[in-house]
């Protein structure tokens, strides 16, 4: 007989800094900027050491999603195949975060979700019933919540593990 695990792991991260030097580039087009590209493995050099386990790491199809992704997951390690680009993640309100994680495979223990504010600090919030005013960029917000299956993600039902942010290293 299986029995499912009682809970489960999410790690919000918002993407690192971008680079506003092309005004004429569209804003899911921006790529990082020098700050950003120092911080995202400065930020997945921490959480390699907090051993979390990935295996779903879902990641919003900007450019500066994709490229924090890419830093973060060579310092964790992260099989490429445990990577989930949506385009739904882009710019996605909490009500649309919370379906795309409700839907998850309940085979999954430890979710990585990469995005962008405000969706990830609302999230935050609603996870913890806190009052962050602003997950920086590259902040990592690590919670445990006690239920079997993702479908029962709801509000405050999360503890909070583990929160940092470059700035707090620097």
Same mark, same amino acid.
């Given at each position: 007989?299986?029995?499912?695990?009682?809970?489960? !792991?999410?790690?919000? %991260?918002?993407?690192?800094?971008?680079?506003?030097?092309?005004?004429? /580039?569209? $804003? +899911?087009?921006?790529?990082?900027?020098? !700050?950003?590209?120092? @911080?995202?493995? /400065?930020?997945?050099?921490?959480?390699?050491?907090? $051993? /979390?386990?990935?295996?779903?790491?879902?990641?919003?199809?900007?450019?500066?999603?994709?490229?924090?992704?890419?830093?973060?997951?060579?310092?964790?390690? %992260? @099989?490429?195949?445990?990577?989930? +680009? @949506?385009?739904? #993640?882009?710019?996605?309100?909490?009500?649309?975060?919370?379906? /795309?994680?409700?839907?998850?495979?309940?085979? =999954?223990?430890?979710?990585?979700?990469?995005? =962008?504010?405000?969706?990830?600090? $609302?999230?935050?919030?609603?996870? &913890?019933?806190?009052?962050?005013?602003? %997950?920086?960029?590259?902040?990592? +917000?690590? &919670?445990? #919540?006690?239920?079997?299956?993702?479908?029962?993600?709801?509000?405050?039902?999360?503890?909070?593990? +583990?929160? $940092?942010?470059?700035?707090? %290293?620097?």
């Amino acid at each position: 007989m299986t029995t499912e695990n009682p809970k489960k !792991r999410l790690t919000l %991260i918002r993407h690192a800094k971008s680079s506003w030097n092309n005004p004429e /580039l569209k $804003d +899911f087009d921006r790529p990082l900027n020098k !700050r950003g590209k120092h @911080d995202a493995p /400065l930020m997945g050099n921490r959480l390699a050491k907090l $051993d /979390l386990a990935i295996d779903l790491l879902l990641v919003s199809t900007a450019k500066r999603t994709r490229l924090t992704a890419e830093a973060i997951v060579e310092q964790l390690g %992260i @099989d490429t195949e445990q990577i989930t +680009f @949506d385009e739904r #993640i882009y710019l996605a309100s909490l009500s649309e975060l919370t379906s /795309l994680l409700r839907a998850i495979a309940d085979s =999954h223990q430890n979710v990585l979700l990469i995005g =962008h504010n405000p969706g990830i600090t $609302d999230l935050a919030n609603y996870l &913890v019933g806190g009052r962050l005013e602003n %997950i920086p960029t590259c902040g990592v +917000f690590s &919670v445990e #919540i006690q239920i079997p299956s993702w479908k029962q993600l709801d509000r405050a039902a999360a503890k909070l593990v +583990f929160y $940092d942010y470059p700035k707090n %290293i620097d």
